[in-house]
């Protein structure tokens, strides 16, 4: 095959930074070829792509050394498309690709409608950017990209903003483009499910920025499982088994573990919710934002020690009715009672002394220079004892792993290590409420489970957990009740068991629910057939 792009010896280190980010990497790629780079949370994977994108040190400053061949065309797409767009409706997005390879303003409307059906993107070109949802953002970037006609497409996380349906939509359809181009395609993910599926290779890097596997997907699991795992990746839950195969086959390992884990859903689904007093409890509540409402006629009760899932589509809600239940977000219409006490009756310092929220974006909540500060804050407001303070923050430093960060800036943090700090500022008050906004979005499966194993100890404590989530195997792993917001209304209020058994609400909503129950539903489809 034809070599197309690759580094020699590269190493980066950034002016900031005592140590190297990359040592001595040497790989090539070649046309055509599907390659993910997986690796640990700071492990050097955005900053290599970005070296052989040209990105570093033509746009961001390091010291480099060793050597990079570059492709003069290449197209990244980020995390957050909002970084990359510079433009305010789609056409005139589209279209600022095109002014770069200089095509006739006459022939630009075709090729914008020609990119846009290419990517599914079914919006008039008139469009204003910052009204499309994340997954057409996403859509628009890659319309962006597609129209410099690079020679390689670079994907950083594309779709850690995105929930799974959203991820899946994008997945499948770099993949169509790939088929159908054969592009090059690079790809740095920590979500393996729908993308491993289609990739040729495999590059493993280890947390000190060195090539520790490549090679073919089913080889790269089979051999560097324990690695990934401390590495915290989320290792695919299907791959690379066929569906069908583990439908079938009621002896097939995977079908196996899955049965297994359906018979034991309902031991921890079963209980009585209804003999508590409330924490919080709503009456004919309205929400929405500006003059629009999104939900109304919310009637519910969260007792004292529930944790409770908040989900639903892009859209339908979510956040802002998490925002109302601690004042951050008014409410349009009805009552919210806290601990038996109007909502809009307490003070901020009381009520913000009783109840903690934990945003989707760390850095919105952040406002000190330090790590060890910004845990501090809540006790330096409340005019404790500096041994109090003291004691406390490095308690918590030390439970979540940031002992060694206690002098950074919060804004210098992995996005994992902000996740964890935003939820340790959280619980210095050891507030009776805690409220998350989606609480693993965007993070590596270690990251995640560090950071719900402390919230599963508070819960053990008394802590009442409300959360914001796609994450549908974390809802039935710890949720006791799920609330499902659809069409401006609740659907559904109750076990997660009784949810994800439901295949009218299932179909209704387009809600992907675990595995273990698709294959419950897919053999009562096989019966019936």
């Given at each position: ?21 990359l ?76 002014e770069?390879r ?6 630009m ?16 070109k ?6 499309l ?14 129209a ?151 009637n ?30 008014p409410?349009k ?50 005019n ?7 004691t ?22 992995s ?45 053990k ?47 209704e ?16 489809e096989?019966?019936?057939i």
């Amino acid at each position: 095959m034809e070599t197309l792009l690759g580094c020699r010896n590269l190493s980066v280190r950034f002016y900031q930074a005592s140590e190297k980010i990359l040592s001595d990497l040497s790989l090539t790629i070649n046309k055509g070829e599907k390659v993910l780079i997986l690796g640990p949370s700071g492990s050097g994977k955005s900053t290599l792509i970005s070296a052989l994108a040209g990105i570093i040190p033509e746009h961001v400053e390091a010291e480099v050394s060793g050597e990079v061949f570059l492709r003069s065309h290449a197209g990244v797409m980020f995390q957050d498309p909002d970084s990359q767009f510079c433009m305010l409706r789609v056409d005139e997005e589209i279209a600022f690709s095109l002014e770069n390879r200089s095509i006739p303003r006459s022939e630009m409307d075709d090729i914008i409608s020609d990119l846009m059906d290419q990517v599914g993107l079914m919006v008039d070109k008139k469009t204003p950017i910052e009204t499309l949802s994340g997954g057409m953002k996403q859509r628009l970037a890659l319309a962006s990209l597609l129209a410099l006609e690079p020679d390689v497409l670079f994907f950083d996380e594309p779709t850690a903003q995105l929930d799974p349906a959203g991820r899946k939509e994008i997945f499948d359809l770099i993949n169509k483009i790939s088929q159908r181009t054969n592009q090059t395609i690079v790809v740095v993910e920590h979500v393996l499910d729908g993308c491993i599926e289609w990739m040729d290779r495999v590059i493993m890097i280890n947390k000190n920025g060195k090539i520790i596997a490549d090679g073919e997907p089913e080889e790269i699991l089979l051999h560097f499982n324990k690695e990934m795992k401390e590495a915290g990746i989320w290792r695919p839950k299907l791959f690379p088994y066929k569906w069908m195969d583990v439908v079938e086959n009621s002896s097939h390992p995977l079908a196996i573990k899955l049965s297994k884990m359906l018979e034991n859903e309902p031991l921890h689904s079963v209980e009585e919710y209804g003999k508590r007093d409330p924490i919080i409890r709503t009456e004919n509540v309205a929400i929405g934002y500006g003059k629009k409402t999104i939900v109304k006629d919310i009637n519910i009760d969260i007792h004292k020690g529930d944790w409770i899932s908040i989900v639903g589509e892009n859209g339908s809600g979510k956040s802002t009715f998490l925002k109302s239940l601690i004042r951050l977000q008014p409410i349009k219409n009805g009552k919210i009672r806290f601990q038996d006490k109007e909502l809009k009756k307490w003070t901020d310092r009381e009520l913000y002394g009783k109840a903690g929220f934990v945003f989707q974006n760390p850095e919105h909540q952040f406002i000190t220079d330090t790590v060890f500060e910004e845990i501090a804050f809540g006790g330096r407001q409340r005019n404790w004892p500096e041994e109090q303070i003291q004691t406390k923050t490095n308690q918590l430093l030390q439970e979540f792993g940031l002992e060694h960060y206690r002098n950074a800036h919060p804004f210098t943090l992995s996005l994992g290590q902000k996740r964890l700090l935003s939820v340790a500022t959280m619980l210095l008050l050891d507030q009776p409420l805690l409220l998350l906004d989606e609480p693993t979005f965007g993070q590596d499966e270690k990251t995640a489970g560090e950071l719900i194993m402390r919230l599963k100890e508070r819960q053990k404590r008394g802590t009442t957990i409300v959360m914001a989530t796609h994450d549908m195997d974390l809802v039935d792993a710890y949720s006791n009740q799920v609330i499902l917001l659809h069409n401006g209304r609740i659907l559904y209020q109750g076990t997660p068991f009784e949810l994800f058994s439901n295949q009218d609400i299932l179909n209704e909503t387009g809600i992907v629910p675990p595995l273990h129950y698709q294959l419950m539903h897919a053999r009562r489809e096989r019966v019936l057939i």
